[in-house]
C-alpha cells in the first residue's frame, strides 16, 4: 500500500510563489510516474503536470513556464514549484502515482490560495 502526503500549500499574493511537496511511502516511487492535478471550486479535477520515473516533465499549458515539476528518488518525494502565481491557480493540489492500473494512488490534497 502506498500512501501520498502533500504539503506546502497556503495563501500567497497574486505574483508569488510556493513549493509543494509530495512525500510516498513504499518501494515503487522510483518506477512510477507521478503528477500533480489540481481542482477549483466548482470544478473538475484537472492535470497540472507529470513526470516520468527518468524524469521527462509534461504540462498543462496553464502552468507552462510558471511551474516546474521534479522528483528526488531517493527522497520518495515529487516537488511542484510555483512561480507567477495566479488568482486562477487557487485550487486543492493533488499528488498522484501511478505505477499500473491497479496501482494507482491519490494524496488527500494540499489548498493553494492565490489572492491579494
Not at 501520498?4 to 513549493?19: A, H, I, N
Not at 513526470?51 to 507552462?64: E, F, H, N, Q
Request: aromatic share 10%.
Amino acid at each position: 500500500q502506498v500512501q501520498l502526503v502533500e504539503s506546502g500549500g497556503g495563501l500567497v499574493q497574486p505574483g508569488g510563489s510556493l513549493r509543494l511537496s509530495c512525500a510516498a511511502s513504499g518501494s515503487i516511487f522510483s518506477l512510477a510516474r507521478m503528477g500533480w492535478y489540481r481542482q477549483a471550486p466548482g470544478k473538475q479535477r484537472e492535470l497540472v503536470a507529470t513526470i516520468t520515473r527518468d524524469g521527462s516533465a509534461d504540462y498543462a499549458d496553464p502552468v507552462k513556464g510558471r511551474f516546474t515539476i521534479s522528483r528526488d528518488n531517493a527522497k520518495n518525494t515529487v516537488y511542484l514549484q510555483m512561480n507567477s502565481l495566479k488568482p486562477e491557480d487557487t485550487a486543492v493540489y493533488y499528488c498522484r502515482l501511478q505505477f499500473s492500473i491497479a496501482l494507482d494512488y491519490w494524496g488527500k490534497g494540499t489548498l493553494v490560495t492565490v489572492s491579494s
